[in-house]
């Protein structure tokens, strides 16, 4: 009760800050005001970040013609956020809504209280996040979006969001049907996913139907589910399961391997230039509103007039944008992946599907030699570095689940990246601000990794001006009236 209480008033006073803060802001930031595109198509493209983003906007520039430079800070591709995602692969969104944001203040609020005896959905570090007007403002939006958008723009959006990301989940698995090699280094599966309940009232037809997109799901019992996942028979669950979620045909693979594949690719056939270890200091604007430049740790790099550049860096395409005076609505979400090692033969070579323990906030599958389990989204800035005691309680949920891997989990690897969680739960594609050569692809945070081929296609399409033809509606995905002046 008193965990309650306490809960309650952080959260009040978080919903209180944010509006508040982020009213001032608002006012006292201009708005954007847009000029002329490119004249020209481009004949070339810098490309800044190399995550699943990044190399999927690189391959489809450089289907298109265009000769591509990727820029990334880290050492290798996908080294981050790419690194860290759990890799399913779902027709359906998470929602930014209401319910949402009711959700996100109570974990937030809880895990202040730091008496919280299980893993909350999102974790926040108000240390790392009190003094940071660009956090205010995200929330800002988030909570305006969340409580105060009219419901039936809001119901389109969600709609054709969905019909985005059917597209984009098609585009991707006839792209691993194309080229074998993608599906065999990601290591696909269309096992399926196992999601399991503990609440009667979502164990309905009804209330799946609503939280499952497009992607077929039937209800199963526990036993049905132990035979489809024998691992199952073995795990130790926190609660009584009332019923299972089978999603029979979702698909999963590992984002980093199917990111560092296709940049393989894109060096093969399109002769993509990808730079490691370059991280962009800043950028020369003109008169006329075009970059003439990126200034990097190692050179200054000329743009010339038929030169695109997309900002597709993931957390960092808010402080990239920033350097431009344009405010993107993103902020980083910190998620949480260990990855332990199998060295023999276990039960959980069994472990075919994805499972999906929600108590715990568990997201686990499994990679040829690896087990994987994701958890929580923890807001504290662009830190990379884990919290040590969410990797404990991660480590402890999962030996405790598995009771027989608690050895493999102890010793598990810890891998964060930061997810650009958009305030408003839509990718944010499109021309960025007034910028005439300068475009964005980033968000939407939560699964970012299933729309890559279809971020990064629509993102070249955008470039090119051809965006005719599309099964959903464009301007649901673009960035005017969804940005902000610095």
């Given at each position: ?8 008033r952080?959260?009040f006073?978080?919903?209180?800050g ?8 608002t006012?006292?930031h201009?708005p ?11 004949k ?16 489809a ?7 591509v430079?990727?820029?990334d ?27 949402t ?49 009219d419901?039936?723009?809001k ?12 597209w ?23 096992d ?22 497009s992607?077929?799901f ?28 089978h999603?029979?045909?979702a698909?999963?693979?590992?984002c ?12 093969r ?30 050179e200054?790099?000329?743009i ?12 960092w ?8 005076n ?5 902020y ?9 090692a199998?060295?023999?033969e ?5 472990l ?9 906030n568990?997201?686990i599958?499994?990679?040829?030699h ?8 923890e807001?504290?800035?662009?830190n990379?570095?884990?919290n040590p ?58 699964n ?13 399409r955008?470039?090119?001006k ?12 673009d ?8």
């Open positions: 009760r008193n965990v309650s209480k306490m809960a309650k952080w959260t006073g978080l919903a209180v944010a509006t508040a803060t982020a009213a001032w802001l006012k006292n201009q954007i005001v847009h000029v002329e595109a490119m004249k020209t198509q481009p070339h493209a810098i490309v800044i970040g190399s995550g699943a983003a990044g190399i999927a906007t690189a391959y520039l450089g289907s298109r013609g265009l000769k430079t990727v820029l800070a880290g050492e290798q591709v996908a080294s981050e956020c790419s690194l860290a995602a759990a890799g399913g692969m779902q027709r359906s969104n998470p929602q930014v809504d209401a319910a944001w009711r959700r996100t203040m109570k974990s937030w609020a809880t895990s202040l209280t730091g008496l919280s005896q299980t893993l909350q959905t999102f974790h926040l570090d108000i240390r790392a996040t009190w003094s940071d007007t660009h956090f205010w403002r995200w929330l800002y939006v988030f909570t305006k979006t969340s409580l105060f958008e419901s039936s723009e119901t389109y959006k969600q709609e054709e969001l969905l019909k985005f990301t059917n984009s989940i098609t585009r991707m698995m006839a792209f691993m049907n194309q080229y074998p090699e993608l599906a065999q280094a990601s290591c696909l599966s269309t399926g996913v196992l999601k399991l309940l503990y609440n009667e009232n979502e164990a309905t037809e009804a209330h799946q139907r609503n939280s499952n997109g992607e077929p039937e209800l199963i019992s526990m036993d049905e589910a132990s035979q489809l996942c024998p691992t199952l028979k073995e795990c130790v669950m926190p609660g009584n399961i009332v019923a299972v979620v999603q029979h045909q698909a999963h693979a590992s980093s391997s199917y990111t560092r594949a296709l940049a393989d690719i894109c060096q056939q399109h002769a993509t230039t990808i730079r490691q270890n370059t991280v962009v200091t800043g950028f020369t604007v003109n008169e006329h509103r075009r970059v003439t430049a990126i200034d990097t740790s190692a200054r790099i000329p010339s007039s038929d030169t695109a550049v997309v900002i597709a860096a993931g957390s395409t808010p402080l990239l944008a920033s350097k431009l344009v405010f993107v609505p993103a980083p979400m910190k998620g949480y992946s260990l990855i332990a199998l060295n023999t276990t039960t959980a070579g069994s075919s599907h994805v499972v999906i323990e929600p108590m715990q568990l997201y599958t499994r990679y040829a690896q087990l994987r389990a994701a958890s929580i989204g807001f504290a800035g662009w990379t570095s884990p005691k969410i990797a404990e309680d991660m480590m402890a949920a999962l030996g405790n689940l598995f009771p027989n891997l608690r050895q493999e989990w102890t010793q598990s690897k810890v891998v964060c990246g930061l997810r650009p969680f958009v305030a408003d739960g839509t990718p944010l594609i499109g021309r960025l601000g007034s910028l005439s050569n300068v475009f964005v692809n980033v968000g939407p945070g939560f970012g990794w299933k729309l890559a081929m279809g971020t990064g296609e629509l993102t070249a955008v470039v090119v051809d965006t005719s033809d599309l099964p959903f509606d464009v301007a649901v995905l960035t005017p009236g969804r940005l902000g002046s610095v």
